[in-house]
């Protein structure tokens, strides 16, 4: 059996992908960072979060979906984002 793993896309919408997303968001949010993220783990950790977890294949498909770079895990990424 081949495991699928369901990504979101460029155009915001939901796809199906043999490997797993390199990143999570939060579709509310619209926030996207690492998968250890230590304040993504600690919602998860507290019930939250996870009805709205997104998982994209790359940096730039989370771009182009709307998502900016959490503030906690890609620090540098989300002061260039704010600066722009």
């Known amino acids: 059996m081949v495991t699928t793993y369901l990504l979101e896309g460029p155009d915001g919408r939901p796809y199906r992908s ?3 997303g390199v990143l999570g968001g939060h579709r509310r949010g619209r926030i996207y960072g690492r998968l250890d993220c230590p ?3 600690r919602a998860i950790a ?3 979060y996870v009805r709205n977890r997104v998982f994209f294949a790359d940096e730039a498909t989370a771009i182009a979906a709307g998502y900016r770079p959490c503030g906690v895990c890609l ?3 989300y002061s260039a984002w704010k600066e722009r």
């Open 46 to 48: 507290r019930g939250g």
């Open 39 to 41: 304040a993504a783990l």
């Open 75 to 77: 620090r540098h990424e």
């Open 18 to 20: 043999s490997a797993p």
